[in-house]
């Protein structure tokens, strides 16, 4: 989950302006919406492909994007610089 959350604050954070994209702001966003997702854990290869392929559901990104954007409202009202 944390590869997914990652690649879709990138998304994120180009289309939008305004946000504080140091590395500290982005940890926090990362961690507060990491703790809302349900986390996704596989051990073998075929578990690796599941999640792959779960990846890349519209979905699943959209339920990202949508704790991404409330954790970024929260750091950019308590920002921790």
């Known amino acids: 989950m944390e590869d997914v ?12 302006d305004g946000l504080c994209r140091c590395a500290k702001c ?4 990362l961690a507060i919406a ?10 073998t290869e075929k578990g690796r492909i599941y999640a792959k392929i779960a990846e890349l559901e ?9 704790e991404l954007t409330k954790a970024i409202g929260v750091v950019k009202k ?3 610089h």
């Open 34 to 43: 990491l703790n809302k997702l349900q986390p996704k854990y596989v051990v």
């Open 5 to 16: 959350a990652a690649f879709v604050l990138d998304e994120v954070f180009a289309e939008t």
């Open 78 to 80: 308590r920002s921790q």
């Open 26 to 29: 982005r940890f926090d966003i």
């Open 58 to 66: 519209l979905q699943l990104k959209a339920d990202v994007a949508k």
